[in-house]
């Protein structure tokens, strides 16, 4: 596979449509543990406002709105949750926006549906306007607009703005794939996750708005149901229906740090356990509910989830909504958002992080249920791209603390993961990328056709994982992890300490990994600086992967990488107590 390389001085700041469902039936479980971006000015743009005129493609979802009266003209600003667009192919991107003037009390709209126009233009100014429009905000779907607008011209930039009678949305920027098969020199892009409002500000976003990418990826946890307020308050108790989950993420996109982001370039999101029930799998939940209550908790869930998001996919119906698909990027690269949790098995010997029992040797068990399973194998088999990027939300790499596995990743779903090893290990599937995060800590790791033999086994793939935006690693576990982690034959680099996100710049010849951290996130400004960069070789198509002999860089300990050439640290002690940790 392709080989890597570390780089560890600091780049400074200033430089720089496919689903289906599948899944077995829940059983009970006990509870578990808790080309080329170019530079632009973002910052001008994103406090751009205007009136907009008038059809492209915007989709009214599929549902009754008899009987539920004309709205009454909008009289406060109803933009306080801005804009956002995702979902990016070559000749169209999904713009949104939710009508909102009281966002904390369920929105604060009148009853009725609310025709929004919109605009698409190929200058930040609007002179050269390319699609405009028309779309419903339904009453039934909290006011949200999803517009799907086509007849854009491949890999190419756009600004786009919304607005009703007497006010403006923040204008946001967005942009197309390129072609199909295209050649594409050079992509960046970003990912991020876990973004507990309660526990800090987002100080990441801030500069992850600034970063000049392409699109980015957010790999779950994007809202938190429980109330953490260690830093910021989070009002209404914990989210377990309809409305709770409406004013939650009301109050997370309200941040204007996120809204930065959302308005700076697409992204492309999935989900993890948050979104819905702290490690819940399919239609268990954390406390063991009894099933139709959580299944209802789930629709409900999954409803305000689409409601907020930028996602090409109708409206959720009951509480399934297949969210696995890809992205292609020309010929340089696909990527493929996966779904860890709406079809997985019952988490394993109890949940939380234990040590392993006979239900990890239950080759049935799954992370991806059947029908994804067999949509990922078919479709990285059949892609001819450099590069097959797979963003999903928990970590795919062996990592044992000591005796003890953590249930909830794929280590307690080993057979699962097994299969994807060797789909990966596949000649046809050319350099395969892992994006990863829910954990709450920084990592680097190679990919393993054979994880009990790590010193003969071939490199297959490479796993990147990113620290959360504003979620804590617990204190007591930081130095365990870095020193049992950076142990591992197959690691790069560990660090549980910083909160930020991850860039990689993607080329036909490697793949540039950036860990960007930031100093805090106690107070509403931080720095920001890099912490880790990892290259990764491309193999050509054809080459053989390279042979099984551990990493090809020096480990990084929990706040950074080894000098070259540093003596790989002595393995750590055994771990006496059961750690604990709510990702």
Do not use: K
Not at 198 to 219: I, K, M, Q, R
Not at 272 to 285: F, G, Q
């Amino acid at each position: 596979m392709a080989g890597a390389r570390t780089t560890g001085d600091p780049v400074p700041a200033s430089n720089r449509r496919d689903a289906g469902v599948g899944g077995p039936q829940p059983t009970r479980r006990r509870r578990g543990g808790d080309g080329w971006s170019p530079r632009v000015d973002r910052r001008h743009f994103l406090l751009s406002t205007a009136a907009v005129a008038a059809a492209a493609v915007a989709w009214r979802p599929a549902t009754s709105l008899a009987g539920i009266t004309a709205a009454r003209a909008i009289t406060d600003p109803p933009f306080t949750l801005g804009v956002g667009s995702g979902d990016p192919l070559p000749d169209r991107v999904v713009l949104w926006t939710r009508l909102a003037p009281d966002p904390l009390e369920g929105g604060g709209m009148a009853p009725g549906d609310v025709t929004v126009d919109w605009e698409v233009a190929a200058d930040e100014g609007f002179a050269r306007v390319v699609r405009s429009g028309s779309a419903t905000a339904p009453a039934a779907f909290a006011h949200s607009v999803h517009v799907d607008v086509d007849g854009l011209e491949p890999d190419t930039w756009y600004w786009y703005r919304f607005s009703v009678p007497g006010f403006s949305s923040p204008v946001g920027r967005t942009r197309t794939t390129p072609a199909n098969g295209s050649a594409v020199a050079r992509m960046a892009f970003g990912f991020a996750s876990c973004q507990n409002y309660g526990n800090g500000y987002y100080t990441s976003h801030t500069h992850l708005a600034a970063e000049p990418l392409d699109v980015c990826f957010h790999l779950g946890d994007y809202i938190y149901e429980s109330t953490g307020s260690r830093i910021r308050p989070v009002p209404g108790g914990e989210a377990q229906d309809l409305l709770g989950y409406r004013n939650r993420y009301a109050l997370y996109r309200s941040d204007t740090e996120l809204q930065a982001a959302h308005h700076a370039f697409p992204w492309v999101v999935t989900w993890d356990d948050h979104e819905v029930d702290n490690n819940y799998a399919d239609l268990i939940s954390e406390n063991n509910d009894p099933i139709e209550a959580f299944r209802t908790r789930r629709a409900e869930a999954y409803q305000a989830w689409w409601e907020h998001q930028a996602v090409r996919m109708p409206p959720p119906v009951g509480a399934d909504l297949p969210i696995y698909r890809s992205t292609p990027w020309g010929q340089l690269g696909t990527f493929y958002a996966l779904d860890t949790r709406q079809y997985r098995a019952n988490q394993g010997c109890g949940d939380g992080i234990v040590e392993p029992c006979a239900d990890n040797d239950d080759p049935t068990r799954t992370m991806l249920g059947d029908a994804q399973e067999a949509w990922l194998d078919g479709a990285m088999r059949s892609s001819d791209t450099t590069w097959n990027v797979v963003a999903q939300s928990v970590v795919m790499g062996s990592t044992p603390l000591g005796p003890f596995i953590n249930q909830d990743q794929w280590d307690g779903y080993p057979f699962a993961r097994q299969r994807m090893m060797d789909l990966f290990a596949r000649p046809e599937v050319r350099n395969p990328l892992v994006l990863s995060g829910d954990i709450h800590a920084s990592g680097a790791g190679h990919l393993l056709a054979d994880w009990d033999d790590p010193d003969g086994s071939p490199i297959i793939g490479h796993e990147v994982v990113g620290t959360s935006i504003s979620s804590s690693f617990p204190a007591e576990l930081v130095d365990i992890f870095g020193d049992l982690v950076s142990a591992l034959p197959w690691a790069v680099y560990a660090n549980a300490r910083h909160r930020g996100y991850v860039t990689v710049e993607l080329t036909p010849e490697s793949a540039t990994t950036r860990w960007r951290v930031v100093d805090t996130i106690d107070e509403p400004t931080s720095a920001v600086r890099t912490d880790f960069e990892w290259t990764i070789d491309a193999v050509a198509a054809g080459e053989p992967a390279s042979p099984g002999s551990g990493p090809s860089s020096a480990p990084a300990g929990p706040t950074g990488p080894s000098p070259s050439g540093a003596q790989r640290p002595a393995p750590a002690q055994p771990v006496r107590t059961q750690p604990r940790f709510t990702g």
